[in-house]
């Protein structure tokens, strides 16, 4: 049973650029959400996709998008990067919205110069 | 707004000896659950326990074990019988239930060193 993917492992951008990010959920799972982690902080909440809709927002700016596709997996958008944007980025799935388990993928780490 | 604060950056333990890692919270809300979780060099966010607030009962699993302080917003993480394989990053997680606010907050988390 494959549990969290994520991809690429590894992404460098410049400035200005624009990166998308894919997350498959666990198996069984409906719900993704995503999550930012600067260098040796906590993550921080993006949003929370569910049924192909965003259910949830963290505070993040409209440069950061998403989708859900009918197969459940999912897509981290964002555009116009800055060098703040540097982090590495979780997906995390579970079986739906309100449920506790979040299970999570090994993370993208986006570099941007 | 709720907040997840996680005091030491660093711990270090001997090889089978007992740690406790400290996290504390604050929120207005009454009913909410409280995680912990294991990052190990490999990135992995991995799920080491969770408490339920409206249980008094605290929830442990094999070796790991929680003191969960409702009153005192207080949620420490007690590891008996270290083992290498523990060193890792630990952050403190907290979750709201009520409905529509799922979102998981975090600590800034702490690095525990296992010395064999």
């Known amino acids: 049973d494959a549990g969290v993917t994520q991809s690429p492992t590894h992404l460098i951008k410049t400035r200005g650029q624009q990166v998308t990010l894919r997350c498959s959920p666990k198996s069984g799972h409906d719900t993704v959400s995503w999550y930012q982690q600067a260098l040796g902080q906590g993550p921080q909440f993006i949003f929370q996709?569910?049924?192909?809709?965003?259910?949830q927002r963290g505070n993040f700016p409209d440069r950061f998008s998403g989708h859900q596709f009918p197969n459940y997996s999912s897509e981290l958008n964002v555009n116009a990067l800055l060098l703040g944007d540097s982090a590495l980025y979780l997906c995390?799935?579970?079986?739906?919205?309100?449920?506790?388990?979040?299970?999570f993928g090994p993370g993208t780490r986006l570099t941007v110069l | 707004a709720q907040t997840v604060t996680q005091s030491q950056p660093e711990m270090s333990v001997q090889e089978a000896e007992t740690v406790t890692l400290s996290c504390t919270y604050d929120?207005?809300?009454?009913?909410?659950?409280l995680f912990w979780y294991k990052q190990p060099p490999s990135r992995q966010m991995i799920l080491v326990i969770r408490?339920?607030?409206?249980k008094q009962q605290n929830a442990t699993e094999n070796r790991f074990s929680v003191n969960f302080q409702k009153a005192a917003k207080s949620f420490s993480l007690k590891i008996s019988d270290s083992q290498l394989g523990d060193a890792a990053m630990y952050f403190c997680?907290?979750?709201?239930?009520?409905?529509?606010?799922?979102?998981?907050?975090w600590g800034a988390g702490t690095k525990l060193i296992i010395k064999p």
């Open positions: 929120t207005s809300e009454s009913d909410y659950y």
């Open positions: 408490q339920e607030a409206y």
């Open positions: 997680a907290y979750r709201s239930a009520t409905d529509s606010n799922y979102q998981l907050i």
């Open positions: 995390a799935s579970s079986l739906e919205p309100s449920y506790n388990e979040q299970f």
């Open positions: 996709y569910y049924e192909e809709e965003e259910r």
